[in-house]
Nanobody
């Protein structure tokens, strides 16, 4: 069973950095494609980044390319999102998600993920 718990959200000034973590208590972490999504108030949940099981392939939404880095440590069952040069428009609740036993593929749509964490709030002040 996959259980995801995010941490690392905080209030930060524009231009600052944060690292989000997502820990999976299940046994299949290294076989799961993982993703980060975010949802701002009054907006739909949107894709941020995805990484395949081995970690060799990643993909980002255009607005975070060059600023955010998704990575994983399969030995620790942990997913990360390093966020640099944060902007007020990055303010949202950030969710990690898992698509179980997905091999080397990447997924970009929320409906393609099977498991979700509870979310962690990121607030960027201008």
């Amino acid at each position: 069973q996959v259980q995801l718990v995010e941490s690392g959200g905080a209030l930060v000034q524009a231009g600052g950095s944060l690292r989000l973590s997502c820990t999976d208590s299940g046994r299949t972490f290294s076989s799961n494609t993982m993703g980060w999504f975010r949802q701002a108030p009054g907006k739909e949940r949107e894709f941020v980044a995805t990484i395949n099981g081995i970690g060799g392939r990643t993909f980002y939404r255009d607005s975070v390319k060059g600023r955010f880095t998704i990575s994983r440590d399969n030995a620790k069952n942990t997913l990360y999102l390093q966020m640099n040069s944060l902007k007020p428009e990055d303010t949202a609740v950030y969710y990690c998600a898992a698509r179980a036993l997905s091999g080397g593929s990447l997924y970009y749509a929320a409906r393609q993920y099977d498991y979700w964490g509870q979310g962690t709030q990121v607030t960027v002040l201008s």
